[in-house]
């Protein structure tokens, strides 16, 4: 690798909080530029590289797409040998026919001739944030983006819209970090509504322990501290809150742009998260713990950040119904 381009890779390691957007069991390789294991790199490769692979003789491997999990989301990934694609790269620090753009944040820009523009990651956690926000579905999860879209991304990061479910990271708290989910998740809402505001009385999930008393574990006492917040805001805001809510009602609730809280068998002890919307085939969440290893009594990677978070939709029912019949559910449901 020459010189320019081990001084750009050092750059961004440390600017930016990069987030391999990689298949289970693949790594981002920084002097290739894509996910690789040793064996195999994969992509979105650039137009010019599949172009070169075609030329080469490689044929349909060069278009061939496989599935892979990327944290927890199935992706259609090319998938090339390590070697080949190191080949077909060229040796400028961005892949042939990208160029590095201050405009795109740094990033690897490709000019399409007839077709839309894209840039290439590793993107940022707050980037991949910012996408999840803006509904950017299971591109989100590839290193692939339209270049319009990242702009979008870009705008979003300046200015969050307003109805945006804040995070927290329990193990952050002062008070008890591996039992407070619930009071972290609770902060993320009363954040959104504009009940707490931590610039004013501090980290939101601490404040509201010293104020509300504590953990506030059970349905009863977590909608009390809601509503105690809201009433306290002066917002005739409460929380819907019940220990026989459904599927269905959760469903609706997420459909209808409301956000919820369930408890649920993520962990023995059971655990507490933020529930933002529904695809119809995974639950978006903010988890308060990491990322769910999406086993019921499960555990967590809690290295990885929890927000945006997608688990699947058999393995998260499962955890938050006892009965098997879907209508147990410990559910509160937020207006924003």
Not at 61 to 75: E, F, H, L, R
């Amino acid at each position: 690798m020459n010189i320019k381009k081990l001084l750009i890779t050092a750059c961004l390691l440390m600017s930016t909080n990069v987030m391999a957007l990689c298949p289970d069991g693949t790594s981002f390789d920084q002097n290739l530029g894509f996910c690789a294991n040793g064996v195999d790199a994969f992509g979105p490769f650039t137009n010019d590289m599949v172009d070169d692979c075609i030329s080469a003789g490689g044929g349909s491997a060069c278009t061939n797409t496989y599935q892979y999990n990327v944290q927890g989301t199935t992706i259609d990934v090319l998938r090339w040998s390590e070697s080949f694609t190191n080949n077909l790269r060229g040796d400028n620090d961005c892949p042939t026919g990208t160029v590095r753009s201050s405009t795109y944040g740094g990033h690897c820009f490709e000019n399409v001739n007839n077709g839309s523009n894209n840039v290439y990651g590793n993107f940022s956690q707050t980037e991949v944030d910012a996408c999840n926000r803006l509904n950017g579905g299971t591109a989100c999860y590839t290193n692939r983006w339209g270049s319009s879209f990242y702009l979008s991304v870009k705008a979003e990061i300046a200015n969050p819209s307003a109805a945006a479910v804040p995070y927290y990271n329990q193990l952050n708290n002062y008070y008890d970090p591996y039992g407070t989910c619930s009071v972290t998740s609770l902060a993320m809402i009363t954040d959104m509504s504009g009940f707490t505001n931590p610039s004013v009385t501090g980290r939101s999930p601490d404040y509201l322990y010293e104020e509300l008393g504590g953990v506030l574990q059970t349905v009863p006492s977590l909608a009390n501290g809601y509503n105690t917040m809201a009433i306290r805001a002066g917002s005739s805001k409460r929380a819907n809150s019940k220990t026989n809510g459904t599927f269905a009602e959760l469903q609706q609730a997420l459909a209808s742009g409301k956000v919820a809280i369930v408890h649920g068998w993520f962990t023995n002890p059971g655990h507490i998260m933020v529930v933002t919307s529904y695809d119809g085939t995974h639950y978006t969440v903010n988890d308060p713990f990491g990322k769910w290893n999406q086993q019921k009594w499960g555990s967590y990677n809690s290295y990885v950040s929890g927000e945006g978070q997608k688990y699947a939709k058999a393995a998260f029912e499962y955890a938050i119904n006892d009965n098997g019949q879907g209508n147990d559910l410990w559910l509160h449901i937020f207006d924003k």
